[in-house]
């Protein structure tokens, strides 16, 4: 059983080298193995500084708290050593890596993560697997990470790092975004497997509530002003749908 604990947590965001903004104002959250936690929120209140400031961005700079895996402090840790320790992050903007083949990344980053190079007929079939899980064409393999894939098809790549990495804490940054229905539901099943174990953790950071109707939450989250406003199970998703953020944005201001 994998506890993920967020303390006190308190980041800026470095505008330029003389200006920086406070972004994270002491945010407190405990994802145990298996929990799923929706990160509820309008645009601004931090929700994607929260998943870059645990990952580990340069642009973000953690100035108080801890963010622990299994009670270790992963803010010590270098970004690939916090991937090794179990954190994941699907982006909300997954980035092109022309001329490194999908197959070669993917098989790259296992091998970092898991400390040992998966034999390579293991691996494709691991791989194959499940790019057919998530309906992405054998083709895409041989492709540039992400160059020239479509919105969801990037979003369905981040889901398959997943899938292969297995990490202990999944942070989704916005993966419904961009999506249709069909591919919202081959994300949506993806994560679902992954967590089916009960190894894993979600952070499920997201606007809306249509994801939510795939994956269900055991927690959900307001975000306002830099830190959780309100907690509560999933119904608190169905009062963020029918009456918006706007009071919880009043009472942070």
């Known amino acids: 059983m994998t506890k993920f604990e967020i303390r006190g947590?308190?980041?800026?965001?470095?505008?330029?080298?003389?200006e920086r903004q406070e972004i994270l104002k002491g945010v407190d959250l405990t994802i145990n193995s298996g929990e799923t936690h929706a990160i509820m929120g309008p645009n601004g209140s931090g929700k994607s500084t929260l998943a870059?400031?645990?990952?580990?961005?340069?642009?973000?700079?953690v100035t108080e708290g801890e963010v622990l895996v299994d009670g270790e402090n992963i803010l010590e840790m270098s970004v690939d050593e916090r991937a090794r320790a179990g954190v994941f992050l699907a982006m909300q903007y997954p980035v092109e890596v022309p001329g490194v083949s999908m197959s070669n990344f993917l098989r790259s980053s296992v091998t970092a993560v898991r400390g040992e190079a998966p034999k390579l007929r293991?691996?494709?079939?691991?791989?194959?697997?499940?790019?057919?899980?998530?309906?992405?064409?054998?083709?895409?393999?041989?492709?540039?990470?992400?160059?020239?894939?479509?919105?969801?098809?990037?979003?369905?790549?981040?889901?398959?790092?997943?899938e292969l990495l297995k990490p202990k804490v999944a942070i989704l940054d916005e993966t419904d975004s961009g999506l249709d229905v069909d591919a919202l539901k081959v994300v949506s099943e993806?994560?679902?497997?992954?967590?089916?174990?009960?190894?894993?953790?979600?952070?499920?950071?997201?606007?809306?509530?249509?994801?939510?109707?795939?994956?269900?939450?055991?927690?959900?989250?307001?975000?306002?002003?830099?830190?959780?406003?309100?907690?509560?199970?999933?119904?608190?998703?169905?009062?963020?749908?029918?009456?918006g953020y706007e009071r919880f944005v009043k009472a942070g201001a």
């Open 52 to 61: 870059y400031a645990i990952a580990g961005h340069p642009r973000y700079e």
């Open 122 to 162: 293991q691996f494709s079939k691991e791989l194959q697997g499940a790019m057919k899980d998530l309906s992405i064409s054998s083709d895409f393999a041989a492709r540039g990470v992400n160059e020239g894939f479509s919105g969801g098809e990037k979003k369905r790549h981040e889901i398959l790092q997943m």
């Open 9 to 18: 947590l308190r980041a800026d965001v470095l505008i330029s080298e003389d």
């Open 190 to 243: 993806g994560v679902n497997r992954a967590k089916a174990g009960g190894e894993m953790g979600v952070m499920l950071i997201t606007h809306y509530t249509r994801i939510l109707n795939y994956v269900k939450p055991d927690f959900v989250h307001v975000f306002a002003q830099g830190r959780i406003a309100e907690s509560g199970g999933a119904e608190l998703a169905d009062v963020l749908e029918a009456e």
